[in-house]
């Protein structure tokens, strides 16, 4: 078995929902949902239009890297991309886990 490198285990956080004004927003989701991106039954659960806008973000995160315009390094926002109902996700780094 060849172990590859430490990565960091990655929760996202519904931070915002937002609607056009007189609609409902996105109903997959309540303020404050969380899923640990690391587990898939939990990965599956993010609806894929916003995984997808998470993937550069994740990638960064979960090999220890940091995002410039972001003011914790452990962190960053991501917003799905529906221009009528935004979802607003928050990415989290925390402990670290081993790549198999």
Known sequence: MILMADAYRIVARV??????????????????????????????KVCRWAYNSMLPFLSVLEFGGALPWEPD???????????????VFELRREGERKIE
């Open 15 to 44: 931070a915002e929902l937002r609607a056009e004004l007189g609609k409902t927003p996105c109903g997959l989701y309540k303020m404050g949902d969380e899923f640990d991106l690391t587990i898939p039954e939990e990965k599956e």
């Open 73 to 87: 390094s452990d962190k960053a926002l991501v917003a799905c991309p529906d221009p009528h109902n935004v979802v």
